[in-house]
Structures are given as structure tokens and as C-alpha cells.
């Protein structure tokens, strides 16, 4: 038994029975489920270590070679598994509330496995390669029958396939620049390419336009699930090349490129989502500055800056599947999601309008709830760097709050008389209110989330150290 079979293998076998079995009433139980039991084992059972249970002893081995490669999930890594899938059975549980189980757990449990296995391939240029295919999936999880591929999926498909030859480039000449380090013309060509590659991946300023459009054409909670999986593992993935070459990890440049690059997605972000009357577009900029904020956090020093980028993780994801299922709980009902047609939305569901306008204020970073925390290391530690870096921080930010004020006054105008109605269902109150109190718990008591990311910096060598 090693490891890469139970976290990457076994899940995408899953994948295919899921496939299978989609037209299940109870397959997004069923998935959320499989992906808990993955979380349980990978906190529980360490890998790499001899166990003994009676007169039996095994030991989960690290390592698969497979076809002359090596997927490896070391000790260090096993932190970031309970991490992923147990985030990914929070989503799994709210996709039958979404009524999106059909087509969320198959094939969200093979991207998932699949972005598991780009962060533990070696060689690692083969990463780039199950990050196409996971990509490639996500496509037909957009799209379906009676809703073909729309412009935003295939500017998707289009952007992160531009991506894969400028990192696998940069692959190929990053060894070389190690070995001879006094190659100015070599390195620079090199940290080039991987700049362009990963801005294609993460969407980074102006390279974000498929975002907004997926968020208006395709479902919410799927798109929801690709913008907080796709960017997390990125981060890693991002990390892992800093920490492996030390010339790009002490590079004077980087921390300039970064904080560029994160203001501009922070500012632009937040104040075009302020400007939006589409819901789901004014979440897609949202989540294009909460990707700026991870980055404005690598940019702050080691090893806090890193402590600071993980932080988000936790929030992000709560607070965006509260969003999109609070978006979905709306639209599933026939109303389109543009501000004009949602008025007084709040006397017919008084849930899922209390959760979208609390997901938005914690992304704001509103005080007392999940995003707060984070927004006030990042804060804190830019200021120490640059005012004017903090100015433009704090106007994304602003731009954010906005865009929630807006969303609260549009809901609440409702007409004299109107009556109050639920017109949620029983699963989806139950999910709306579980999401809202874990908004407050996760604001008022931070270090409840604190054993699952203590140890996350220990998977880089020299980054977390």
C-alpha cells in the first residue's frame, strides 16, 4: 500500500464508478462521504511510518514508480491532504443542496486527484500535464446537452492550455540555470517564461476576462469549485518552484513582480466588482482580488509571508462556497441573477440572502467574520513595506465593501406588504445556516483553524523554514 494509490489512484477510480452511478439521488452524499473518508485516513495514519494494529503491521509507502516517473507524497506533503479533500467534501455535501451532484462528483474528484498528483509527480515538469488534463475535465463539468460550451469555457480552456508550453519551457531551461548561474540571458529568459506561464494559470492581470464571463454563463457552484481548486493548488505548485531553485527564490525582482501583479488583481478586482449588476460576475472579480491578496502575501517576509498566504485558504473556501450556494439557491428558482431582477430578494429567501451578503462582507474583510483575520496580517505587514502599496490595497478592499453594500440595499428594497416567504428547501437552510455560523466561528475564534495549517510550511524546504 503507498500513499499515491490511496490519494491519487483510488480517487480517480471513484471518479469513474461516480460516473457511473451519477443519476443516484444521494451521489453527492455518497461523494462527499468518499472525499471525508480520504481526509480521515491522510490526519490519522502517517505515511512512511510502521503501524501495528494487533498482530498485523503495514506501512503507507510514499512513493509509485509508474512508467519511469515517480509520484511522491512524502511526509511533509501529508498535511496538505486532509486540507484538499476535506474542503472538497464540504463542496461534495453542498452540491446536492446545488442539485449539482450529477455533474460535480466525478468530475470534481478526477481534478482533484489529478492536481494532487501535479503537486507530487517527479520530474516535475510532468506537473503541467495533469494540470492540462484537469482542465481538459472541467470543461465537460461546465458544460452540457442543453447548455453547449459558451464563450467564457472555452476563453478557459484556451488560457490555461497557453499556460502549459511556457512552463514547460521554463522547466527545461531552469536546470540549466542552476548549473551555470552567471548565464544573465538564460536566466532572464527563464524567469520570463515561468512569469507568463503562471500568469495564464492564476489570472493575473489582464489575463482574467474568461472569470467574469464563466461566472455569468455557466453554473455558479461549478465554477465556484474550479475558482477556489484551481488557484489553491497553483499556489503550491507556484511555491514549489521557489523553493526548489534558490537564484529564483532570492531574486531581487520577485517580490517587485508579485506585488505588481497582486496589486493590479486586488484594485482592478475590487473595484470592477463594485461596478457589476450580474451577481455571479461580482463574484468572479471577487475571487480574481482574493487570488491578488494570496499574492501580496508571498511578497512579505519568509517565513511569515507564507504563514500570512495560508491563512486565506480556510476563508476563501468557506466563504466562496457559501456564496455561490447562496447564488444557486436563487437562480435554481428561476430568478436571474442581475441586481435589477433580485430587489427585495430577502423577504422570499431570507437565507440565501443573509449568506451571499455575509460571504461578500468576508471577502471584503469585514470585521467579526472569516476574512478578517488574514486582511489584517496582510494589512499589517504591507504597511511595514510600502504606504503606497497599502493605499491600493485598501482600495480593492473598499471596492469590495461596495459591492456588498450595493448587493445588502438591492435585497432588502422590498415593497410594502410584501410577505415573508422560505421558499429555500430543508437541505439548503441547513447548509445556508451550518455556512453562515462557520462564517462567525472561523471570524471570532481564528486558531480553531489553526491544526490544519501549522504544519504546511514544513512541505517547503526552505520557503517555510
Do not use: C
Not at 208 to 229: D, K, M, N, R, S
Not at 332 to 353: E, S
Not at 414 to 428: D, F, L
Request: glycine share 8%.
Amino acid at each position: 500500500m503507498n500513499a499515491p494509490v490511496i490519494w491519487i489512484l483510488l480517487p480517480l477510480g471513484a471518479s469513474g464508478l461516480f460516473w457511473l452511478l451519477r443519476r443516484l439521488r444521494n451521489i453527492a452524499t455518497l461523494g462527499g462521504t468518499f472525499a471525508l473518508l480520504l481526509a480521515g485516513v491522510a490526519t490519522f495514519i502517517p505515511i512512511d511510518l510502521a503501524l501495528r494494529i494487533g498482530p498485523w503491521s503495514f506501512k503507507i509507502a510514499p512513493a509509485l514508480d509508474f512508467l519511469g516517473r515517480r509520484l511522491v507524497l512524502s511526509p511533509e506533503k501529508q498535511p496538505l491532504l486532509p486540507l484538499i479533500y476535506g474542503l472538497v467534501a464540504i463542496w461534495f455535501f453542498g452540491a446536492r443542496a446545488a442539485a449539482m451532484g450529477q455533474r460535480l462528483i466525478p468530475f470534481g474528484l478526477a481534478i482533484t486527484a489529478l492536481l494532487i498528483a501535479s503537486l507530487a509527480v517527479e520530474p516535475f515538469l510532468y506537473a503541467a500535464m495533469f494540470i492540462e488534463i484537469a482542465v481538459l475535465l472541467a470543461v465537460p463539468m461546465l458544460t452540457s446537452p442543453s447548455h453547449p460550451a459558451t464563450r467564457g469555457a472555452i476563453r478557459f480552456l484556451i488560457y490555461q492550455t497557453l499556460a502549459m508550453p511556457f512552463i514547460l519551457l521554463a522547466g527545461w531551461l531552469l536546470p540549466g540555470v542552476e548549473a551555470s548561474p552567471g548565464d544573465l540571458a538564460l536566466a532572464v529568459e527563464s524567469a520570463a517564461l515561468l512569469g507568463l506561464g503562471f500568469a495564464f494559470l492564476l489570472a493575473i492581470f489582464p489575463l482574467y476576462t474568461w472569470i467574469p464571463l464563466l461566472t455569468e454563463e455557466a453554473p455558479p457552484y461549478l465554477v465556484g469549485f474550479l475558482l477556489w481548486l484551481l488557484p489553491t493548488v497553483i499556489l503550491f505548485f507556484g511555491l514549489g518552484f521557489l523553493d526548489r531553485y534558490s537564484w529564483l527564490r532570492t531574486s531581487q525582482q520577485l517580490p517587485d513582480a508579485l506585488r505588481l501583479a497582486g496589486l493590479l488583481m486586488v484594485t482592478t478586482g475590487g473595484v470592477w466588482s463594485a461596478l457589476q449588476r450580474h451577481l455571479g460576475r461580482m463574484m468572479g472579480y471577487a475571487a480574481i482580488a482574493e487570488s491578488g491578496l494570496m499574492l501580496l502575501s508571498l511578497t512579505l517576509e519568509l517565513p511569515t509571508g507564507i504563514e500570512t498566504a495560508f491563512l486565506f485558504l480556510i476563508p476563501h473556501a468557506f466563504g466562496l462556497a457559501l456564496w455561490v450556494l447562496a447564488l444557486t439557491t436563487m437562480a435554481t428558482q428561476g430568478w436571474p441573477l442581475h441586481l435589477d431582477q433580485v430587489r427585495g430578494a430577502f423577504r422570499r429567501y431570507p437565507l440565501a440572502a443573509t449568506a451571499l451578503i455575509l460571504a461578500q462582507l468576508s471577502t471584503a474583510g469585514f470585521p467579526l467574520l472569516a476574512g478578517f483575520p488574514p486582511r489584517l496580517a496582510l494589512l499589517e505587514g504591507m504597511a511595514h513595506q510600502s504606504l503606497a502599496a497599502t493605499f491600493w490595497l485598501l482600495t480593492g478592499m473598499l471596492g469590495l465593501l461596495l459591492a456588498a453594500i450595493r448587493v445588502t440595499f438591492t435585497l432588502s428594497a422590498s415593497p410594502a406588504g410584501t410577505a415573508w416567504e422560505w421558499r429555500e428547501t430543508g437541505m439548503q437552510r441547513v447548509l445556508l445556516g451550518l455556512g453562515t455560523i462557520f462564517i462567525f466561528a472561523i471570524g471570532l475564534f481564528p486558531q480553531i483553524v489553526h491544526p490544519l495549517l501549522v504544519n504546511l510550511p514544513a512541505i517547503f524546504e526552505h520557503l517555510g523554514r
